[in-house]
């Protein structure tokens, strides 16, 4: 079953009456089949985030359709998670009150919604702190609460935007190993964001490369190696080694794109500064 489709989506940000703004994407299509775990890679500004927001229902296409588990996406919808950045919790509640938020709201009985929450603190390694506050909790912690929060309302779709990149090394290798671990019990269709080849290849069934601003799919990779997965076993593979080097070309090749077109009229990156601005400040 095709869980998401996106057929010829080109956006662009509504920059006011008479105004054409660029497009951000342009004549996107791409097709995620339930219980997949795809990832999106490309440089920065090239519109990956604004995929997942199409999908979650937050934007509109101008032009294109954005297809979820068969209807068009017109409005937010629960069937379809959403994971930032950054945690976004209520400062106001505990952790116990932000995982069960989203059911709480839904109407969801005590009854119904408490033993899947119980299960979630404990898969997260959260249960100990189940009354502890936000502002009492590490980077890490926070994350996985909003983890636990989205997966409580068992989306069908788990969007997840770049959810480790504010994280330190370790942590983000330990919430790596989480994720798969939750996903392989779960199998929710996951689409996740990230510019990290390596985090792409460790994670994804699929990677998609995205080119740079207008955003299109320059190229998609599909990733060999069997679930589960270990970062330090993959590392000694070679056949690694080889589609990392070529993942690595692309995503480079396309943030060089999009320096040069922010650059207009200007020669190629170089290692060397034009000898005017190097006059300028010597």
């Known amino acids: 079953m095709t869980h998401i489709v996106l057929d010829d989506v080109t956006f662009a940000f509504d920059a006011g009456a008479r105004t054409v703004s660029p497009p951000v994407l342009d004549h ?3 097709s995620i089949g339930e219980g997949e775990f795809v990832v999106l890679l490309g440089p920065s500004g090239c519109g990956k985030s604004t995929i997942l927001n199409l999908i979650a229902g937050f934007e509109r296409p101008l032009a294109g359709r954005v297809v979820s588990n068969g209807r068009t996406v017109e409005a937010p919808s629960p069937e379809r998670g959403m994971v930032f950045q950054q ?21 969801t009985k005590a009854a119904a919604y408490t033993p899947q929450a119980e299960l979630l603190l404990w898969q997260m390694g959260l249960l100990p702190y189940r009354h502890a506050s936000p502002w009492e909790l590490s980077g890490g912690m926070r994350q996985r609460v909003a983890l636990a929060r989205a997966w409580i309302m068992q989306p069908d779709i788990l969007l997840m935007d770049e959810p480790f990149g504010a994280l330190d090394a370790q942590t983000r290798a330990l919430m790596q190993e989480l994720l798969l671990q939750t996903w392989a019990q779960r199998r929710t269709t ?4 990230t510019h990290d080849v390596d985090e792409a290849l460790l994670l994804g069934t699929r990677i998609l490369v995205m080119s740079a601003r207008p955003g299109r799919i ?3 990779i ?3 190696f069997q679930y589960p997965r270990d970062a330090e076993a993959l590392a000694t593979n070679p056949a690694y080694g080889t589609i990392r ?8 090749e396309e943030a060089r794109r999009h320096m040069e077109a922010m650059q207009p009229g200007t020669a190629p990156l170089s290692a060397y500064p034009p000898a005017d601005l190097i006059r300028r400040v010597s």
């Open 28 to 30: 996107v299509n791409l």
């Open 87 to 107: 945690p976004m919790l209520y400062p106001w509640l505990d952790v116990w009150g932000n995982v069960t938020f989203g059911a709480r709201m839904r109407g």
């Open 190 to 193: 996951i689409l996740f964001v």
């Open 218 to 220: 320059r190229e998609e």
């Open 222 to 224: 599909r990733v060999p």
């Open 245 to 252: 080097a070529h993942a690595l070309h692309l995503v480079r």
